[in-house]
Protein backbone atom coordinates (compact mmCIF):
# COMPACT_ATOMS: atom_id res chain seq x y z
CA UNK A 1 0.00 0.00 0.00
CA UNK A 2 1.25 3.75 -0.58
CA UNK A 3 2.23 5.03 2.70
CA UNK A 4 1.87 8.77 2.49
CA UNK A 5 5.32 10.67 3.62
CA UNK A 6 3.48 14.07 4.55
CA UNK A 7 4.82 16.65 7.48
CA UNK A 8 3.17 16.74 10.61
CA UNK A 9 1.19 20.33 11.72
CA UNK A 10 4.55 21.02 14.02
CA UNK A 11 6.50 21.30 10.79
CA UNK A 12 3.69 22.94 8.56
CA UNK A 13 5.80 25.65 7.79
CA UNK A 14 8.97 27.08 5.82
CA UNK A 15 11.34 29.44 7.02
CA UNK A 16 13.32 31.33 4.81
CA UNK A 17 16.46 34.28 4.77
CA UNK A 18 18.17 35.69 2.58
CA UNK A 19 22.11 34.22 2.07
CA UNK A 20 23.06 35.72 -1.58
CA UNK A 21 23.34 34.03 -4.94
CA UNK A 22 22.23 30.14 -5.57
CA UNK A 23 24.84 28.07 -7.46
CA UNK A 24 25.08 24.16 -8.21
CA UNK A 25 22.72 21.94 -9.81
CA UNK A 26 19.14 20.57 -9.12
CA UNK A 27 16.12 18.09 -10.37
CA UNK A 28 12.86 18.83 -10.83
CA UNK A 29 11.51 15.62 -10.69
CA UNK A 30 8.07 13.95 -12.19
CA UNK A 31 5.38 16.10 -13.07
CA UNK A 32 2.03 16.27 -10.85
CA UNK A 33 0.17 17.20 -13.76
CA UNK A 34 1.35 14.12 -15.30
CA UNK A 35 1.08 11.40 -13.17
CA UNK A 36 -1.99 12.01 -11.66
CA UNK A 37 -3.66 11.41 -14.83
CA UNK A 38 -1.40 8.68 -15.56
CA UNK A 39 -2.46 7.00 -12.41
CA UNK A 40 -5.84 7.46 -13.20
CA UNK A 41 -5.74 5.46 -16.61
CA UNK A 42 -3.74 2.69 -15.02
CA UNK A 43 -8.03 2.04 -14.68
CA UNK A 44 -8.34 1.11 -18.28
CA UNK A 45 -6.35 -2.28 -17.86
CA UNK A 46 -6.21 -4.87 -15.99
CA UNK A 47 -3.13 -5.70 -14.39
CA UNK A 48 0.64 -4.68 -13.32
CA UNK A 49 1.24 -0.94 -14.48
CA UNK A 50 5.10 0.82 -13.57
CA UNK A 51 5.29 4.60 -13.78
CA UNK A 52 8.86 5.83 -13.20
CA UNK A 53 9.87 9.31 -12.34
CA UNK A 54 7.32 9.70 -9.86
CA UNK A 55 7.52 12.31 -7.19
CA UNK A 56 7.09 12.15 -3.75
CA UNK A 57 4.35 14.60 -3.58
CA UNK A 58 0.97 14.59 -1.72
CA UNK A 59 -1.20 15.02 -4.55
CA UNK A 60 0.12 11.44 -5.80
CA UNK A 61 -0.80 9.91 -2.18
CA UNK A 62 -4.01 11.47 -2.34
CA UNK A 63 -4.29 9.58 -5.90
CA UNK A 64 -3.21 6.88 -5.09
CA UNK A 65 -6.25 6.94 -1.85
CA UNK A 66 -8.90 7.62 -4.27
CA UNK A 67 -7.68 4.31 -6.27
CA UNK A 68 -7.27 2.31 -3.25
CA UNK A 69 -10.65 3.12 -2.43
CA UNK A 70 -12.03 1.58 -5.81
CA UNK A 71 -10.08 -1.80 -5.33
CA UNK A 72 -7.15 -0.86 -6.76
CA UNK A 73 -3.63 -1.19 -5.32
CA UNK A 74 -0.99 1.20 -5.30
CA UNK A 75 2.75 1.32 -3.76
CA UNK A 76 5.86 2.18 -4.42
CA UNK A 77 8.17 0.33 -6.21
CA UNK A 78 12.13 -0.90 -5.74
CA UNK A 79 13.28 2.69 -6.38
CA UNK A 80 11.84 5.50 -4.49
CA UNK A 81 10.71 7.29 -8.14
CA UNK A 82 8.85 4.05 -8.82
CA UNK A 83 5.04 3.56 -8.64
CA UNK A 84 3.59 0.17 -9.13
CA UNK A 85 -0.65 0.66 -9.81
CA UNK A 86 -2.07 -3.01 -9.99
CA UNK A 87 -5.20 -2.87 -11.37
CA UNK A 88 -8.37 -5.54 -10.38
CA UNK A 89 -10.56 -6.91 -13.42
CA UNK A 90 -13.48 -5.21 -11.38
CA UNK A 91 -13.37 -2.13 -9.36
CA UNK A 92 -15.63 -0.20 -7.45
CA UNK A 93 -16.37 2.82 -9.79
CA UNK A 94 -16.59 5.45 -6.67
CA UNK A 95 -14.64 8.33 -6.18
CA UNK A 96 -15.65 9.29 -2.20
CA UNK A 97 -15.95 13.20 -1.32
CA UNK A 98 -13.74 13.04 1.42
CA UNK A 99 -10.50 12.24 -1.17
CA UNK A 100 -11.92 14.05 -4.08
CA UNK A 101 -12.80 17.30 -2.16
CA UNK A 102 -8.29 17.69 -1.62
CA UNK A 103 -7.57 17.68 -5.30
CA UNK A 104 -9.37 18.55 -8.43
CA UNK A 105 -7.39 16.38 -10.41
CA UNK A 106 -9.60 13.55 -8.96
CA UNK A 107 -12.52 14.07 -11.97
CA UNK A 108 -10.20 12.91 -14.65
CA UNK A 109 -11.07 9.21 -13.22
CA UNK A 110 -14.34 9.65 -15.08
CA UNK A 111 -13.26 8.93 -18.26
CA UNK A 112 -11.39 5.22 -17.65
CA UNK A 113 -14.33 4.53 -15.20
CA UNK A 114 -17.10 4.94 -17.78
CA UNK A 115 -15.13 3.41 -20.92
CA UNK A 116 -14.05 0.29 -19.06
CA UNK A 117 -16.94 -0.12 -16.56
CA UNK A 118 -20.06 2.39 -17.77
CA UNK A 119 -20.65 3.61 -15.09
CA UNK A 120 -19.07 5.97 -12.67
CA UNK A 121 -19.90 7.96 -9.28
CA UNK A 122 -17.51 10.92 -8.61
CA UNK A 123 -17.86 13.79 -5.88
CA UNK A 124 -17.83 16.69 -7.18
CA UNK A 125 -14.21 18.26 -6.86
CA UNK A 126 -12.77 20.28 -4.43
CA UNK A 127 -8.75 21.35 -4.70
CA UNK A 128 -7.33 24.85 -4.57
CA UNK A 129 -9.09 27.96 -3.38
CA UNK A 130 -8.55 30.55 -6.63
CA UNK A 131 -11.62 30.48 -8.38
CA UNK A 132 -14.10 28.40 -9.88
CA UNK A 133 -13.25 26.08 -12.74
CA UNK A 134 -16.34 23.72 -13.60
CA UNK A 135 -16.53 20.55 -14.86
CA UNK A 136 -19.89 21.01 -16.81
CA UNK A 137 -17.11 20.95 -20.09
CA UNK A 138 -16.16 17.27 -18.90
CA UNK A 139 -20.01 16.15 -18.49
CA UNK A 140 -20.70 17.64 -21.87
CA UNK A 141 -18.11 15.76 -23.81
CA UNK A 142 -18.90 12.77 -21.91
CA UNK A 143 -22.33 12.95 -23.19
CA UNK A 144 -21.20 13.07 -26.83
CA UNK A 145 -20.18 9.89 -26.50
CA UNK A 146 -23.10 8.19 -25.15
CA UNK A 147 -22.72 8.80 -21.02
CA UNK A 148 -26.09 10.27 -19.26
CA UNK A 149 -25.30 11.95 -16.11
CA UNK A 150 -27.31 13.19 -12.90
CA UNK A 151 -26.24 14.99 -10.08
CA UNK A 152 -27.53 14.66 -6.28
CA UNK A 153 -26.42 14.88 -2.74
CA UNK A 154 -23.13 16.57 -4.01
CA UNK A 155 -22.08 13.43 -6.26
CA UNK A 156 -22.01 12.81 -10.18
CA UNK A 157 -23.30 9.67 -11.36
CA UNK A 158 -22.55 8.70 -15.19
CA UNK A 159 -23.99 5.58 -16.90
CA UNK A 160 -22.84 4.42 -20.80
CA UNK A 161 -26.58 4.36 -22.19
CA UNK A 162 -25.38 2.86 -25.72
CA UNK A 163 -24.54 -0.48 -26.30
CA UNK A 164 -22.24 -2.24 -28.71
CA UNK A 165 -22.66 -6.16 -28.55
CA UNK A 166 -25.35 -6.38 -25.47
CA UNK A 167 -22.98 -4.42 -23.40
CA UNK A 168 -22.23 -0.66 -22.73
CA UNK A 169 -19.86 1.28 -24.90
CA UNK A 170 -18.83 4.59 -25.54
CA UNK A 171 -19.41 5.38 -28.88
CA UNK A 172 -16.80 7.50 -31.12
CA UNK A 173 -18.04 11.17 -32.39
CA UNK A 174 -16.79 14.38 -32.97
CA UNK A 175 -15.72 16.33 -29.61
CA UNK A 176 -15.52 19.96 -29.86
CA UNK A 177 -14.04 21.87 -26.36
CA UNK A 178 -15.33 25.23 -25.51
CA UNK A 179 -11.74 25.64 -23.89
CA UNK A 180 -8.62 23.84 -24.30
CA UNK A 181 -9.29 22.40 -20.69
CA UNK A 182 -6.22 20.39 -19.61
CA UNK A 183 -8.11 17.61 -17.50
CA UNK A 184 -10.93 18.29 -19.65
CA UNK A 185 -9.18 16.95 -22.45
CA UNK A 186 -7.81 13.94 -20.69
CA UNK A 187 -10.71 13.28 -19.68
CA UNK A 188 -12.31 12.99 -23.36
CA UNK A 189 -8.84 10.98 -24.10
CA UNK A 190 -8.84 8.41 -21.89
CA UNK A 191 -13.18 7.72 -22.53
CA UNK A 192 -12.51 7.69 -26.30
CA UNK A 193 -9.29 4.79 -25.81
CA UNK A 194 -11.80 2.00 -25.26
CA UNK A 195 -15.15 3.64 -27.27
CA UNK A 196 -16.63 2.05 -30.87
CA UNK A 197 -15.20 4.00 -33.84
CA UNK A 198 -12.84 7.24 -34.07
CA UNK A 199 -13.29 10.08 -31.59
CA UNK A 200 -12.34 13.37 -32.67
CA UNK A 201 -11.01 16.20 -30.09
CA UNK A 202 -11.40 19.24 -31.55
CA UNK A 203 -9.53 22.47 -29.61
CA UNK A 204 -7.84 20.03 -27.61
CA UNK A 205 -5.19 21.55 -24.68
CA UNK A 206 -1.75 21.18 -26.25
CA UNK A 207 0.07 20.56 -23.25
CA UNK A 208 3.19 18.17 -22.79
CA UNK A 209 1.35 16.30 -20.09
CA UNK A 210 -1.44 15.61 -22.49
CA UNK A 211 1.22 14.49 -24.85
CA UNK A 212 2.88 12.31 -22.15
CA UNK A 213 -1.09 10.75 -21.50
CA UNK A 214 -1.45 9.60 -25.03
CA UNK A 215 1.86 8.40 -25.00
CA UNK A 216 1.40 5.74 -22.30
CA UNK A 217 -2.04 5.08 -23.34
CA UNK A 218 -0.73 4.04 -27.04
CA UNK A 219 2.09 2.09 -25.23
CA UNK A 220 -0.64 0.06 -23.54
CA UNK A 221 -2.35 -0.28 -26.89
CA UNK A 222 -4.16 2.74 -27.67
CA UNK A 223 -4.12 4.08 -31.09
CA UNK A 224 -4.34 7.99 -30.63
CA UNK A 225 -2.47 10.64 -32.93
CA UNK A 226 -2.20 14.44 -32.58
CA UNK A 227 -1.38 14.84 -29.34
CA UNK A 228 -0.09 17.78 -28.48
CA UNK A 229 -1.59 20.01 -31.36
CA UNK A 230 -5.83 21.14 -31.15
CA UNK A 231 -6.74 18.09 -32.82
CA UNK A 232 -6.09 14.71 -31.51
CA UNK A 233 -7.74 11.70 -33.15
CA UNK A 234 -8.42 8.21 -31.40
CA UNK A 235 -9.30 5.20 -32.90
CA UNK A 236 -10.84 2.85 -30.02
CA UNK A 237 -9.80 -0.47 -29.77
CA UNK A 238 -11.39 -3.61 -28.00
CA UNK A 239 -8.88 -3.44 -24.80
CA UNK A 240 -5.53 -2.39 -23.48
CA UNK A 241 -2.84 -3.86 -21.60
CA UNK A 242 -0.36 -2.99 -18.84
CA UNK A 243 2.77 -0.79 -19.15
CA UNK A 244 6.18 0.29 -17.95
CA UNK A 245 6.39 4.51 -18.70
CA UNK A 246 8.87 7.14 -17.57
CA UNK A 247 6.79 10.47 -16.83
CA UNK A 248 7.77 13.51 -18.05
CA UNK A 249 9.99 16.36 -15.94
CA UNK A 250 7.80 18.97 -14.07
CA UNK A 251 8.21 22.17 -16.13
CA UNK A 252 6.34 23.87 -13.12
CA UNK A 253 9.23 23.21 -11.06
CA UNK A 254 11.90 24.23 -13.02
CA UNK A 255 10.53 27.50 -13.54
CA UNK A 256 10.18 27.58 -9.72
CA UNK A 257 14.10 26.82 -9.53
CA UNK A 258 14.57 29.41 -12.64
CA UNK A 259 12.56 32.01 -10.87
CA UNK A 260 14.35 31.31 -7.71
CA UNK A 261 17.56 31.84 -9.23
CA UNK A 262 16.43 35.16 -10.90
CA UNK A 263 15.68 36.52 -7.44
CA UNK A 264 18.57 35.13 -5.35
CA UNK A 265 21.30 35.94 -8.29
CA UNK A 266 23.73 33.16 -8.97
CA UNK A 267 24.32 30.34 -11.62
CA UNK A 268 21.84 26.91 -11.50
CA UNK A 269 21.54 24.01 -13.57
CA UNK A 270 17.92 22.67 -13.27
CA UNK A 271 19.10 18.92 -14.84
CA UNK A 272 15.79 17.67 -16.19
CA UNK A 273 14.59 21.24 -17.41
CA UNK A 274 12.79 20.87 -20.83
CA UNK A 275 13.12 24.50 -22.59
CA UNK A 276 10.68 22.43 -25.54
CA UNK A 277 8.15 22.49 -22.68
CA UNK A 278 8.59 26.06 -21.34
CA UNK A 279 9.51 28.20 -24.53
CA UNK A 280 7.09 30.87 -24.08
CA UNK A 281 7.53 31.46 -20.12
CA UNK A 282 11.96 31.24 -21.13
CA UNK A 283 11.67 34.11 -23.55
CA UNK A 284 9.48 36.29 -20.55
CA UNK A 285 12.51 35.25 -17.84
CA UNK A 286 14.69 36.58 -20.64
CA UNK A 287 13.04 39.68 -20.86
CA UNK A 288 13.04 40.17 -17.04
CA UNK A 289 16.78 39.75 -17.27
CA UNK A 290 17.46 36.15 -16.18
CA UNK A 291 20.01 34.61 -18.67
CA UNK A 292 18.66 31.02 -19.84
CA UNK A 293 20.44 28.75 -21.88
CA UNK A 294 19.94 24.77 -22.90
CA UNK A 295 23.20 23.02 -21.98
CA UNK A 296 24.36 19.30 -22.50
CA UNK A 297 23.55 18.74 -19.17
CA UNK A 298 20.48 20.55 -18.88
CA UNK A 299 18.57 23.99 -18.70
CA UNK A 300 20.37 26.86 -17.06
CA UNK A 301 20.09 30.44 -15.25
CA UNK A 302 22.23 32.51 -14.32
CA UNK A 303 21.38 35.99 -13.49
CA UNK A 304 24.29 39.04 -12.20
CA UNK A 305 22.90 39.50 -8.67
CA UNK A 306 24.46 43.73 -9.30
CA UNK A 307 22.75 43.73 -12.35
CA UNK A 308 18.27 44.72 -11.13
CA UNK A 309 15.78 42.97 -13.09
CA UNK A 310 13.95 44.31 -15.07
CA UNK A 311 9.84 45.02 -15.64
CA UNK A 312 8.24 43.48 -18.01
CA UNK A 313 4.51 43.05 -18.80
CA UNK A 314 2.91 39.18 -19.05
CA UNK A 315 -0.09 37.79 -19.77
CA UNK A 316 -1.57 34.09 -19.36
CA UNK A 317 -2.78 31.92 -21.91
CA UNK A 318 -3.54 28.56 -22.89
CA UNK A 319 -0.17 26.46 -23.76
CA UNK A 320 1.97 27.03 -25.45
CA UNK A 321 1.31 30.12 -23.50
CA UNK A 322 2.33 31.37 -20.43
CA UNK A 323 0.59 28.93 -17.86
CA UNK A 324 -1.93 30.43 -14.91
CA UNK A 325 0.87 28.67 -12.45
CA UNK A 326 3.69 30.49 -13.65
CA UNK A 327 1.81 33.52 -12.56
CA UNK A 328 2.65 33.52 -9.00
CA UNK A 329 6.28 32.96 -9.67
CA UNK A 330 6.53 35.86 -12.28
CA UNK A 331 4.58 37.96 -9.44
CA UNK A 332 7.31 37.60 -7.13
CA UNK A 333 10.25 37.96 -9.61
CA UNK A 334 8.69 41.76 -10.86
CA UNK A 335 7.98 42.97 -7.30
CA UNK A 336 11.62 43.41 -7.21
CA UNK A 337 12.27 44.39 -10.91
CA UNK A 338 12.76 48.09 -11.78
CA UNK A 339 9.93 49.88 -12.87
CA UNK A 340 6.55 48.58 -13.43
CA UNK A 341 5.09 45.19 -15.28
CA UNK A 342 1.37 44.08 -15.46
CA UNK A 343 0.44 40.65 -15.71
CA UNK A 344 -2.75 39.62 -16.63
CA UNK A 345 -5.05 36.79 -15.90
CA UNK A 346 -7.13 35.88 -18.53
CA UNK A 347 -7.77 31.91 -17.59
CA UNK A 348 -8.80 31.64 -14.09
CA UNK A 349 -11.09 34.66 -12.47
CA UNK A 350 -9.58 35.19 -8.56
CA UNK A 351 -6.65 34.00 -8.81
CA UNK A 352 -4.94 36.63 -7.31
CA UNK A 353 -5.48 36.26 -3.31
CA UNK A 354 -1.94 35.51 -2.66
CA UNK A 355 -1.08 39.11 -3.48
CA UNK A 356 -2.30 40.40 -0.42
CA UNK A 357 0.49 38.18 1.33
CA UNK A 358 3.41 39.78 -0.61
CA UNK A 359 1.60 42.91 0.01
CA UNK A 360 2.79 41.81 3.71
CA UNK A 361 6.08 41.81 2.64
CA UNK A 362 6.36 45.62 1.20
CA UNK A 363 5.30 44.50 -2.47
CA UNK A 364 3.81 47.15 -3.79
CA UNK A 365 1.07 45.48 -5.91
CA UNK A 366 -2.36 46.79 -7.29
CA UNK A 367 -4.96 44.15 -8.51
CA UNK A 368 -7.31 45.76 -11.15
CA UNK A 369 -10.01 43.19 -12.15
CA UNK A 370 -7.93 40.29 -14.48
CA UNK A 371 -4.69 42.72 -14.02
CA UNK A 372 -1.89 43.15 -11.68
CA UNK A 373 -0.09 46.37 -11.47
CA UNK A 374 3.66 45.43 -10.23
CA UNK A 375 5.92 48.03 -9.20
CA UNK A 376 9.06 47.14 -8.35
CA UNK A 377 10.87 47.84 -4.83
CA UNK A 378 14.59 47.50 -3.98
CA UNK A 379 14.09 44.44 -1.78
CA UNK A 380 11.35 42.80 -0.04
CA UNK A 381 10.43 43.21 4.06
CA UNK A 382 10.63 39.45 5.95
CA UNK A 383 6.65 38.68 7.70
CA UNK A 384 4.62 36.18 8.38
CA UNK A 385 2.53 34.88 5.42
CA UNK A 386 0.54 32.20 4.65
CA UNK A 387 0.13 29.43 1.35
CA UNK A 388 -2.74 29.74 -0.07
CA UNK A 389 -2.12 27.15 -2.87
CA UNK A 390 0.48 24.94 -4.30
CA UNK A 391 2.43 27.65 -7.03
CA UNK A 392 1.38 30.91 -4.01
CA UNK A 393 2.71 29.18 -1.38
CA UNK A 394 6.01 28.40 -3.46
CA UNK A 395 6.39 31.41 -4.56
CA UNK A 396 6.30 33.04 -0.94
CA UNK A 397 8.61 30.98 -0.13
CA UNK A 398 10.93 32.46 -3.19
CA UNK A 399 9.81 35.78 -2.44
CA UNK A 400 11.97 35.44 1.43
CA UNK A 401 15.15 34.99 -0.78
CA UNK A 402 15.57 38.57 -1.30
CA UNK A 403 13.88 39.63 2.21
CA UNK A 404 15.29 41.51 4.82
CA UNK A 405 15.35 39.31 8.08
CA UNK A 406 13.40 35.83 8.59
CA UNK A 407 9.84 35.21 6.66
CA UNK A 408 7.76 32.02 8.02
CA UNK A 409 5.85 30.98 5.50
CA UNK A 410 3.13 28.77 7.17
CA UNK A 411 0.37 26.09 5.75
CA UNK A 412 3.28 24.45 3.73
CA UNK A 413 1.46 21.43 3.17
CA UNK A 414 -0.08 22.74 -0.02
CA UNK A 415 3.30 23.09 -1.00
CA UNK A 416 3.91 19.46 -0.49
CA UNK A 417 0.69 18.89 -2.73
CA UNK A 418 3.73 19.62 -5.97
CA UNK A 419 6.86 19.93 -4.47
CA UNK A 420 9.04 17.18 -3.08
CA UNK A 421 11.45 18.68 -0.66
CA UNK A 422 11.58 22.33 -1.96
CA UNK A 423 12.72 23.59 1.25
CA UNK A 424 15.69 20.88 0.95
CA UNK A 425 16.30 21.63 -2.51
CA UNK A 426 16.61 25.55 -2.39
CA UNK A 427 18.82 24.85 0.60
CA UNK A 428 21.10 22.52 -1.61
CA UNK A 429 21.46 25.74 -3.66
CA UNK A 430 22.57 27.48 -0.96
CA UNK A 431 19.89 29.13 0.55
CA UNK A 432 18.53 29.68 4.09
CA UNK A 433 15.56 27.55 3.83
CA UNK A 434 13.93 24.72 6.35
CA UNK A 435 11.11 23.43 7.38
CA UNK A 436 10.05 23.85 10.96
Known amino acids: MLRPARHTVQVDRVVVSPNGPLSGSVRAGGAKNSVLKLMA ?25 VLAAMGVTVERGATPDELVVTTPAQVCPEAPYDLVERMRASVVVLGPLLARHGRARVSMPGGDDFGSRPIDMHLRALESLGVTFSSEHGYIDGVVESTVAGRPRLVGTTVVLEYPSHT ?32 FLNAMGARISGAGTSRIEVEGVDALHPTRHRVIPDRLVVATFLVATGLAGGDVLV ?18 GIAITQEPE ?30 PLVVTLLTVADSVG ?26 EGHHAVVRGVDRLSSAPVRALDVR ?11 ADGETVVSDAHHIDRGYEDLAGKLASLGAHVARA
Open 392 to 402: AGAALVLAGLV
Open 184 to 215: GTDNVLMAAVLAKGTTVIENAAREPEVADLAR
Open 342 to 367: IVTENLFFGRFRYVDELRRMGADIRT
Open 298 to 327: GLRAVRDPATRLRSHDVATLPYPGVATDYK
Open 271 to 288: EDGRPDHMSMLVRKLGAI
Open 41 to 65: ACLLAEGRHVLTNVPRISDVDTMGE
